[in-house]
């Protein structure tokens, strides 16, 4: 059963795209995945497909899959840029997403084309009120 809104946690440091992506700054690199939000409607992650180190995406781009016992989803770029990292835990414990989606469960790390792009996104709390 999928949690209250209020009842999620959506870290005020972290931004958010409409798709249900957060993103963290790292220096001069973005770490992304998917916002507590995503992973309670998803339900149990059984597999997630991502893409590979040096592919390079559009903002909006589909860069891989999140696959649940209820359903496929996209997951959208955030920003263009380039994969500098993958996390390749995810392919042996794909409920890593689940159990802990802002630290152990992150997708992959970016180089942005365009750090203003990054500022540009969603705030915590523009993103709950979105919700």
């Known amino acids: 059963m999928a949690r209250n809104i209020a009842e999620l946690n959506l870290p005020a440091n972290l931004k958010y795209t409409d798709e249900h992506i ?30 590979s180190q040096g592919d390079s995406f559009g903002a909006g781009d589909e860069f891989g899959e999140v696959e649940s016992i209820k359903s496929v989803n996209k997951l959208f770029m955030p920003v263009a840029g380039e994969v500098v990292a993958v996390n390749e835990e995810l392919g042996d414990t794909p409920t890593l997403l689940n159990a802990s989606c ?10 942005p084309e365009d750090m203003a792009a990054v500022e540009a996104l969603h705030s915590a709390e523009a993103y709950r009120e979105a919700l």
């Open 22 to 51: 957060w993103v963290r700054v790292d220096g001069d690199e973005i770490v992304v995945g998917v916002s507590d939000y995503a992973q309670d409607q998803l339900g149990e992650v059984v597999y997630v497909d991502l893409p």
């Open 102 to 111: 802002y630290e152990k469960g992150w997708l992959i790390k970016v180089k």
